[in-house]
């Protein structure tokens, strides 16, 4: 069985963040494992996120680096800037596939420290990805449009994040586009594929991005290949979505069980 780490926030209702990462791995027959960068707790008023001392990030990264093979990672929120610059220092000197989901959340709020972070995403921590999986605005920052509002868009969008060195991008469009299909966009080197699903009416899609980009993790790590794994995640998803979990009248996670409900419904 592979090992696969998750790098990411925790979500205290376990919609998204590392949760969602390592109920999919676990799914998926995969042995997930975790660093926490950050806590975040959903309450009334937004959301709270306390950061982790990066002396304890790394405590983490060192434990499981060091006990382990880990040949298959993915990263969510990271939070401030002195953590990403820990994690590139940390795994460059490593040969790993590493999906870069890139949760652009940041705990200080600040546009210059922003400015700051992006930068150094861009320009360091994003040639390290053998693939990357931005929504709609985390891909308008990446790339540094304003907003995506078409699939021209979108493809030049990918394009530009491909010349930071990221050589794989898939751009989820998912229910924000208008229409009744959710779109995802996947440019793989040279090749490029639309992906097409209808549309689900519900409020569980918490967890969704963070779902999606460990479904192809965890099914890399089983040898599939890119765009299968990506198929197959965006069927997972959808899947996760169609029988979710609603918490309240704003909030509902993706269910990650929910495949492997089919295959026992169908047999499988």
Known sequence: MENVLTIAGSDSLAGG??????????????????????????????????????????????????????????????????????LTSKLRQRNQKMVVDPVLVFKEGDAAIEKDYLDYYRQNFLPMAYLSTPNLDEAAKLSGMHKLKSRSDIQLAAEKIQAFGCKNVVIKGGSRLPGEIALDYAKLGQDEY??????????????????????????????????????????????????????????GNVWQGAYRQKRINHGA
Do not use: M, R
């Open 17 to 86: 963040g590392l949760e969602a990462d390592l109920k999919t791995f676990e799914e998926l027959d995969t042995f997930g494992l975790s660093v926490v960068t950050s806590i975040v707790s959903i309450q009334k008023n937004g959301i709270a996120i306390y950061q982790e001392p990066i002396s304890v990030i790394e405590q983490q990264l060192d434990s499981v680096l060091n006990n382990l093979p880990i040949h298959y990672l993915k990263t969510g929120l990271l939070g401030d800037l002195a953590t990403l610059k820990l």
């Open 194 to 251: 639309w992906l097409e699903d209808t549309k689900i009416l519900t409020g569980a899609i918490d967890g969704a991005g963070c779902t999606f980009s460990a479904a192809i993790t965890a099914q890399l790590a089983q040898g599939e290949s890119l765009i299968s794994s990506i198929k197959f995640a965006k069927e997972f998803v959808h899947l996760g979505i169609e029988n979710g979990i609603i918490v309240n009248k704003k909030l």
